[in-house]
């Protein structure tokens, strides 16, 4: 199976910047998409970006287009999420996952989890 260990989530002003890290571990090998999903307070589940592990392909949500970015560092099997621009409504916890086959979008396609980190955005 594989780790995913989350970090860089955090307090910040409307209109400001995070990188969100995950960083995997284990059965790298097995692994097809990683993805990006949030989940605000009374909401389900959403998802925000994923990339495929090699390759490269990146998908967004239309909510996050043009703001946020899905990026890899291969040498340290680490996925990162840029969000720039944010917003008060982009406040949730956010999990980065990874799949071994399905739509991307879907959370059902991901078998790992990470914990999750908050972000916070304040108006």
């Known amino acids: 199976q594989a780790q995913l260990v989350e970090s860089g989530g955090g307090l910040v002003q409307a209109g400001g910047s995070l990188r969100l890290s995950c960083a995997a571990s284990?059965?790298?090998?097995?692994?097809?998409?990683m993805g990006w999903f949030r989940q605000a307070p009374g909401k389900e589940r959403e998802f925000v970006a994923a990339?495929?592990?090699?390759?490269?392909?990146?998908y967004y949500a239309d909510s996050v287009k043009g703001r946020f970015t899905i990026s890899r560092d291969n040498a340290k099997n680490t996925v990162y999420l840029q969000m720039n621009s944010l917003k008060p409504e982009d406040t949730a916890v956010y999990y980065c996952?990874?799949?071994?086959?399905?739509?991307?979008?879907?959370?059902?396609?991901?078998?790992?989890w990470g914990q999750g980190t908050q972000v916070t955005v304040s108006s």
């Open positions: 284990g059965r790298t090998f097995s692994i097809y998409t």
């Open positions: 996952a990874s799949s071994g086959s399905g739509y991307y979008a879907s959370p059902q396609s991901y078998s790992y």
């Open positions: 990339r495929r592990w090699s390759g490269g392909n990146t």
